[in-house]
């Protein structure tokens, strides 16, 4: 157990919803990232938080935003949801930002299956 | 931008065999890290062993040790005495971003690894 907490385990929904996804950090860690696993893009970075701050923007659609509350946990927002957005969305932590050795813990993952 | 290369889509290995996982990553950083995760089926993602470039030791955790050679901009993944429970899909990441104030692991495509009897 990573420490990292993301609920829910799965998602089912149609085309055009919308749907929310949260996560929790290991206690302590500041920084979260949102990634995407799908067959045909592989493992790609999302976004990072710091501490309630956006710091870096991967291949994150519009239709997709992200925030970080004061508790420091995170929602990753998807929106007008298409077949292409199925997907595992794994949500990481990290005690910070800089530093030589900042291991990311990953969460368990959400499954999103979009019908 | 920084990139991982995984050249074994699937690598077979019997048990007690010790099997080598390949990796190369291009990036035109002096520092950076390198990590190597595990996700079995389940599908989550496990952290086995970290090298940073700087490091002048290879890392080693437990059965897994990550032969790391710089100019050859390599950093293997070594598991010896395979298990049927190391069956899974294993990737290299190279962390982008060091120092920079943001962070991001960039990911190759994997390699999935089959322990047999």
């Known amino acids: 157990d990573s420490g990292v907490t993301q609920t829910p385990k799965h998602l089912i929904t149609a085309t055009g919803q919308r749907v929310t996804l949260r996560c929790s950090p290991r206690s302590g860690d500041l920084s979260v990232y949102w990634y995407q696993q799908s067959l045909d893009q592989g493992l790609q970075f999302l976004i990072h938080y710091y501490n309630g701050e956006e710091r870096a923007k991967g291949n994150i659609l519009e239709r997709f935003s992200a925030q970080q509350f004061p508790d420091l946990h995170s929602e990753l927002n998807l929106s007008s949801l298409e077949l292409g957005d199925s997907a595992l969305y794994f949500c990481?932590?990290?005690?910070?930002?800089?530093?030589?050795?900042?291991?990311?813990?990953f969460g368990p993952g959400t499954r999103l299956t979009v019908l | 931008a920084q990139k991982i290369t995984q050249t074994q889509p699937g690598m077979f290995v019997q048990e007690k065999e010790a099997v080598t996982l390949d990796c190369t990553y291009d990036?035109?950083?002096?520092?950076?890290?390198l990590f190597w995760y595990k996700q079995p089926s389940s599908g989550e993602m496990i952290f086995l062993i970290y090298q940073g470039s700087y490091d002048e030791q290879n890392a080693t955790e437990g059965r897994y040790s990550l032969n790391f050679q710089k100019a050859r901009k390599s950093a293997n993944l070594v598991i010896s005495a395979s298990q049927l429970g190391d069956s899974a899909m294993y990737f290299c990441a190279m962390r982008e971003g060091q120092g920079t104030g943001f962070q991001k692991l960039v990911f190759g495509t994997g390699t999935r690894l089959l322990v047999s009897p």
């Open positions: 990036t035109s950083d002096q520092s950076y890290g």
């Open positions: 990481a932590s990290s005690v910070g930002v800089t530093g030589t050795y900042n291991e990311q813990f």
